[in-house]
């Protein structure tokens, strides 16, 4: 594991009880309370409301953006004031774009199934995170963009064997990072 | 199941639809979890939303840092403010006696957010206290430029600013003036497109003084609208809220029957919520509903009701309002009994210190004396209360119709609709301070 690997390891363990000043403190737990919420948030709003990725990703951030300036508005649970947030900017948005409004008036519970699902899938995104660039790059890429092998090949400057080698040692690296992320969360 | 899952059970166990014997094999046998890991990986590998949020989480989000920094920049300036403003929180009065709005280090968005919040804190116990701080937060607020490092928070920051000054002036029985800081608010949120939730925060509060004020409709048309925003944001907290405030004013406004349909409607709300204490003080409203209807059964049920959560609750002084509801019945049982139940409820609310309530408590005690004919002792008691209550402290409108049944009671002209119109104008006097008395037309 490189050495910038394990910097960004320590990076995302260290907790707010770790840091020193209340400016690093307050990071930290904005970045926590982000990555509890946002995956969820950006779900409902793409799902539920087909908010392109771009535009839910801006809703999110403006969402966040907005509760910073004015975190006195939530009473009682953040969720709720999130999901009321996303639900209500996301309507916004199809008004503005579609002219339509949705059904739905107010936000639904989350079905569990959805709550555990985002669960995982930060998981293996704090995987992802853990890994060498070139190895996240490659996964990208070849996984979620599905771009052609030779095409990842030649722009990484890299034979087709070196790629494939270089995924299949990602892969095992990544397997082995999932089993230790997520036998610690159920741990 | 003592084979290996095949392909099509592990993945619907990566699904969550697996079976009960395939996940109970799957805890046995590491070579299924390690191939349902596998699977699991190939599953969000595939989903671009992973990398999304692999990207984040590694620091490659323009976006997040910069709320990251935002919110690192929030802590700091909230630290130094409350550090700079701890002599001014202690004593108030410096605000005015110092260069405070003049001093460039004030100007910052930690010290309208600091301010804010003591002014919020306060404003029930020490409303005066609550609008000087707020005066200065608000102030602050406006002097921060246009191209602050908040964006379009500033506008967050000062509608904030703004709200709190309303409450303070309200809290202060202003509301004239409240009103107007919160068209401020309102204006200053305006500017935030998904300021939905702050402008329904903003109209509630403008409901209760529009209510308070005798401005009923008024009242009842912005509570609708923050009412609809609440329940869309499933804020069940604000929507209970907004909903007493409805069933106040039609209660006020005379629609008794409307107002016990939306605190019925509450109650069952607050009875599957497990919210006893909201259950107690909306038990209590209905008491006092039923009573004004003459629907005593109703009216005890409701009573009793309250009285044994508020007790069960330890909640004394509001156990000893629904003893005074209970009182206020025991009358029409029963005259004798109900004129000494009332005296207790007099000397409770004396006891502690409720003098609001020992106003009214009076007035029934002195309109149930002289139905049972106790007319020199009712003549006594009316004498008596403008020497009490000034003493304690009361204001002035609600003197002057005390004066008013005083003069009555020496000139043995004392009847129940004098009592009746007095025990009226103190009732609303004690919602709006505001208001000047004047006798009836004879």
Known sequence: MSERTEDRDADLKAGPGLLTSSAERAGAAFRETYFQHAPLMRHVAMRRFGVPPSAAEDIVHDIFASYLANPSVVRGDLRTYLLGAIWNASRQYRRKHDREEPLDSAPEPVAPDVSDRLATQLTVARVLAQLRPECREALTRVHAENEKGTDVAASMRRSCDALYQLLSNCRRQARALFQKLARGATA | ?442
Not at chain 2, 216 to 242: K, Q
């Open chain 2, 1 to 442: 199941m003592s084979a290996h899952c095949d392909d099509r059970e592990l993945a619907r166990i990566v699904e969550g639809t697996g079976t009960a014997d395939a996940e109970a094999h799957l805890r046995a046998c590491e070579a299924c979890r390690e191939r349902v890991d596998d699977l699991t990986l190939d599953l969000f590998l595939a989903d671009p939303e992973t990398h999304l949020i692999a990207e984040e989480l590694s620091g490659g989000s323009t976006r997040l840092n910069e709320n990251v920094r935002t919110a690192q920049l929030l802590a700091e300036e909230d630290e130094e403010a409350e550090e700079r403003l701890r002599p001014y929180l202690l004593n108030p009065a410096r605000f005015g006696r110092s260069t405070f709005l003049r001093s460039r280090q004030h100007r910052t968005a930690g010290t309208v957010r600091v301010l804010c919040r003591a002014a919020n804190q306060r404003c029930e116990q020490r409303p005066l206290e609550a609008r000087i701080i707020a005066d200065n937060a608000a102030a602050i607020a406006d002097s921060l430029t246009a191209d602050h490092y908040l964006g379009s928070g500033i506008y967050l920051l000062r509608g904030l600013a703004w709200k709190e000054q309303g409450n303070a002036r309200h809290a202060l029985g202003q509301f004239d003036a409240a009103l107007d800081s919160f068209e401020r608010a309102l204006r200053e949120y305006g500017r935030v497109e998904g300021a939905t939730l702050e402008r329904a925060i903003v109209n509630y509060c403008r409901g209760r003084a529009f209510s308070q004020s005798e401005r009923f409709d008024e009242a009842l048309a912005v509570l609708a609208a923050s009412e609809a925003e609440f329940l869309a944001r499933r804020d069940m907290s604000r929507y209970v809220d907004c909903q007493l405030v409805v069933g106040n004013t039609l209660f006020r406004r005379g629609d008794t029957a409307e107002a016990i349909r939306i605190w019925q409607a509450l109650a069952a709300h607050a009875e599957s919520g497990d919210d006893a204490l909201l259950l107690a003080r909306i038990s209590n409203n209905l008491g006092w509903a039923h009573l004004g209807l003459g629907e005593w059964i109703a009216a005890t049920a409701a009573f009793r009701r309250a009285h044994a959560e508020f007790v069960r609750l330890g909640k004394d002084t509001q156990a000893a309002r629904s003893r005074w509801g209970l009182a206020r019945l025991q009358v029409e049982a029963d005259l004798g009994r109900g004129v000494e139940a009332l005296r207790q409820s007099l000397h409770e609310c004396e006891r502690y210190g409720m003098t609001d309530d020992a106003m009214l408590v009076s007035l029934d005690l002195a309109d149930a004396m002289l139905r049972a004919g106790q007319t020199a002792e009712c003549h006594r008691l009316c004498k008596s209360l403008v020497r009490y209550f000034r003493r304690a402290g009361l204001q002035n409108a609600a003197l002057r119709a005390l004066e008013h049944l005083r003069t009555a009671a020496l000139r043995k002209a004392l009847t129940r609709s004098v009592i009746g119109f007095v025990r009226d104008f103190i009732e609303r006097v004690i919602a709006n301070p505001s208001l000047r008395f004047s006798p009836p037309v004879a």
